[in-house]
């Protein structure tokens, strides 16, 4: 069974107060442990990083295969790095781009995603819960259901 990344890119770790009528108060900390504590009920692994370093970013996703599941939250490199778009398209990792604030609905620059055409599917505006909505999705497809006769 493979394993869930939630990887965050740049300026995550200031959740909780930057822009708090943008992105809310909830925590970078208390996000992520929300995510591993679904994890843990369904008994997936799931594990959660940060960093403003690209390099580092399209390292995290390279140790990724094709059993495991990305859900990417790639901040403003989102509008910018295709280095990310490459790195998920070389690992063949299933992917969902997640977003907390409406990238359509605000300035002209951050309506285009170069990352959204690596992935499944894009979640953005509904606050938190695009992460968790994220992973409801993931731990489906890292944990298909038993087989139960009926198919
Ligand atoms: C963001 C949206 C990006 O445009 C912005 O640069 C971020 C956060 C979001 O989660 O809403 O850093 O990815």
């Known amino acids: 069974m ?11 770790q200031l959740l909780g107060r ?10 970078l900390a208390e996000i992520d442990a929300r995510l591993r504590q679904m994890g843990e009920a369904a008994g ?3 594990y959660c990083r940060q960093t403003n370093y690209e390099g580092e970013f399209v390292e995290w996703i390279a140790e990724l295969g094709t ?7 790639p901040g403003a490199w989102t509008h910018t ?3 990310i778009y490459d790195a998920i398209k070389g690992t063949g990792t299933p992917a969902i781009e997640v977003h907390l604030s409406n990238i359509h609905a605000r300035e ?12 499944a599917g894009q979640i ?3 606050g938190e819960d695009s992460y968790y909505l994220a992973m409801n999705y993931a731990l489906k497809r890292v944990r298909p259901e038993q087989k139960d006769g009926r198919m």
Do not use: M, W
Request: charged share 15%; proline share 2%; aromatic share 6%.
């Open 44 to 46: 997936v692994e799931v």
């Open 81 to 83: 790095q295709h280095s």
């Open 108 to 119: 002209a620059f951050r309506a285009q995603s170069v990352v959204a055409g690596a992935c």
């Open 2 to 12: 493979g394993k869930i990344a939630v990887l965050h890119g740049i300026n995550l």
């Open 67 to 73: 059993e495991d599941f990305l859900i990417l939250n």
């Open 18 to 27: 930057r822009e708090p009528a943008v992105y809310g108060r909830t925590t």
């Open 124 to 126: 953005c505006g509904l």
